[in-house]
């Protein structure tokens, strides 16, 4: 039987990376793109798939913030809330992936919040696995705790969700802070790095969104780091991949979708 996943897109160039595209395919879901960015600079629409029609929502990242009110990203939020916890018709919770600007909006759907963290990150960042992180059944699939980020804010852990791992980011102003990496509500997970992302996509990024090095603050030179950010991720892409991989596969079986 056919399985629907549902690709919410806020930037044409970040995509679900063929890493993710082609696991999903061969479980047997049929992927559904959902732009969140037309009818720009307002962006009005959203139009998704009704959720008893739905299997899996995968939510990726974009520019816009989290605490933009534009109908879009408010309607999504509505989408997002009503899934991970089957407030609609008493169904079953249908498990959200949030990637970036996705893991900020399923917080904010969930209660929590969304603030901006001082600095920016833009390349491959340690994080620190919590207990629980070291435990879950699908996060615990990262045995390297390396990853890529691509991000100016950060969210916070929304009550009755578990925190999986924590990040550290300097600032601009030369201080540093600590904040959430990482969460699980019930079946829904949120990410605030790049679990989908490819050497490929890397790639488009470093040329499409070249603007955002310059984010982090005069402390870095932004060819170096995009130079940097591609030399240490093309050596670390393959286990990137294969671990991600791993984890999305524990998702899906987790949630009964294999």
């Not at 600079?41 to 959203?46: H, K, L, R, S, V």
């Not at 509500?185 to 050497?199: A, I, N, V």
């Not at 603050?217 to 060819?223: E, K, L, Y």
């Amino acid at each position: 039987m056919s399985k629907q996943a549902v690709i919410i897109q806020h930037i044409a160039v970040e995509t679900l990376g063929a890493n993710f595209t082609g696991l999903l395919q061969d479980a047997g879901f049929t992927l559904t793109p959902v732009p969140a960015y037309h009818d720009a600079p307002d962006f009005t629409a959203f139009d998704a798939p009704d959720l008893s029609e739905v299997d899996l929502i995968i939510a990726l990242g974009g520019p816009m913030s989290a605490n933009d009110n534009y109908p879009a990203l408010i309607q999504e939020m509505a989408y997002l809330r009503n899934a991970a916890t089957g407030d609609v018709g008493n169904r079953r919770p249908t498990p959200v992936v949030g990637i970036c600007l996705g893991a900020q909006l399923l917080s904010r759907a969930l209660g929590g919040a969304v603030a901006p963290t001082g600095g920016y990150q833009f390349g491959l960042r340690k994080i620190d696995v919590t207990a629980d992180g070291a435990s879950d059944p699908v996060f615990s699939k990262i045995t390297t705790p390396l990853v890529p980020t691509l991000h100016g804010e950060q969210f916070t852990v929304p009550s009755g969700a578990v925190p999986l791992a924590y990040g550290t980011m300097l600032r601009r102003d030369g201080g540093y802070v600590r904040f959430p990496m990482a969460f699980r509500y019930g079946l829904s997970y949120g990410f605030q790095f790049e679990p989908q992302l490819t050497l490929d996509e890397l790639r488009i990024w470093n040329r499409e969104l070249a603007g955002d090095y310059d984010l982090m603050g005069d402390r870095f030179d932004p060819a170096e780091e995009a130079a940097r950010n591609l030399r240490e991720f093309q050596a670390f892409a393959p286990h990137h991949e294969s671990q991600m991989a791993k984890m999305l596969t524990a998702l899906l079986s987790q949630a009964g979708l294999l």
